[in-house]
């Protein structure tokens, strides 16, 4: 079960300095992608962008961006912000903390970046202050953010229509949201329905999308 538009309430049960969303005072759009970088979906994806001058986030794998640098390479050759997503996707309900710490440590080595996003979106609060508490990464000015999001595009649900799914995204994204996308073959055939038509909808309606 998964709700495409966050509730205020679960915001208040996690910890206030996890970011869900940004400024409502302003006309932005944050798109982030989890789970690559992979062959033929992460570039048709940073092709997709280009075509509508968006940048993102992508909330990357370690293990993928092993098995894929060329791929890792070209998202930052594009200018698109790179987090991190643990090395081996790890859900950190079900994880011990020293793993889970060790496994986000792994893959901070490989991205070097002050982005983080939990698999599922499920930490627990002690993970939360292993992580925000380690050092911030080598010609990084900040101490490691946790992002969340406000919509969930449910691209990954194969119950989900991709009409469906766009419809979804597009009632419930505002100025500010972060709205999370995958960029893996789960989330493929919905995603490369959802993700044009949204941007297109968005430009008309005067957004701009921003990296976090």
Same mark, same amino acid.
């Given at each position: 079960?998964?709700?495409?538009?966050?509730?205020?309430?679960?915001?208040?049960?996690?910890?206030?300095?996890?970011?869900?969303?940004?400024?409502?005072?302003?006309?932005?759009?944050?798109?982030? @992608?989890?789970? %690559?970088?992979?062959? *033929?979906?992460? !570039?048709? #994806?940073?092709?997709? /962008? $280009?075509?509508?001058?968006?940048?993102?986030?992508? @909330?990357?794998? %370690?293990?993928?961006? *092993?098995?894929? !640098?060329? #791929?890792?390479?070209? /998202? $930052?050759?594009?200018?698109?912000?790179?987090?991190?997503?643990?090395?081996?996707?790890?859900?950190?309900?079900?994880?011990?903390?020293?793993?889970?710490?060790?496994?986000?440590?792994?893959?901070?080595?490989?991205?070097?970046?002050?982005?983080?996003?939990?698999?599922?979106?499920?930490?627990?609060?002690?993970?939360?202050?292993?992580?925000?508490?380690?050092?911030?990464?080598?010609?990084?000015?900040?101490?490691?953010?946790?992002?969340?999001?406000?919509?969930?595009?449910?691209?990954?649900?194969?119950?989900?229509?991709?009409?469906?799914?766009?419809?979804?995204?597009?009632?419930?994204?505002?100025?500010?949201?972060?709205?999370?996308?995958?960029?893996?073959?789960?989330?493929?055939?919905?995603?490369?329905?959802?993700?044009?038509?949204?941007?297109?909808?968005?430009?008309?309606?005067?957004?701009?999308?921003?990296?976090?």
């Amino acid at each position: 079960m998964y709700l495409i538009k966050t509730p205020l309430l679960l915001k208040k049960i996690y910890p206030k300095n996890l970011l869900w969303n940004k400024s409502r005072a302003d006309k932005n759009i944050f798109l982030t @992608f989890d789970d %690559g970088p992979i062959p *033929i979906v992460t !570039p048709w #994806v940073l092709k997709t /962008l $280009k075509n509508f001058d968006a940048k993102a986030t992508f @909330f990357c794998i %370690g293990e993928n961006i *092993i098995k894929h !640098p060329e #791929v890792f390479e070209q /998202l $930052k050759a594009d200018g698109h912000q790179v987090g991190n997503h643990t090395f081996n996707h790890l859900k950190g309900w079900k994880t011990d903390d020293k793993i889970y710490f060790e496994n986000y440590l792994k893959c901070q080595q490989i991205t070097q970046t002050n982005l983080f996003r939990p698999p599922y979106g499920r930490i627990k609060r002690s993970q939360i202050k292993l992580i925000q508490a380690s050092n911030k990464p080598e010609n990084i000015n900040q101490k490691p953010t946790i992002i969340m999001w406000d919509v969930l595009s449910g691209d990954f649900d194969i119950n989900l229509s991709p009409e469906k799914c766009l419809k979804n995204i597009l009632r419930h994204t505002e100025n500010g949201s972060i709205v999370v996308f995958h960029d893996s073959i789960k989330a493929w055939e919905t995603l490369k329905y959802v993700l044009p038509k949204a941007l297109e909808n968005w430009t008309k309606r005067g957004y701009q999308f921003k990296m976090l």
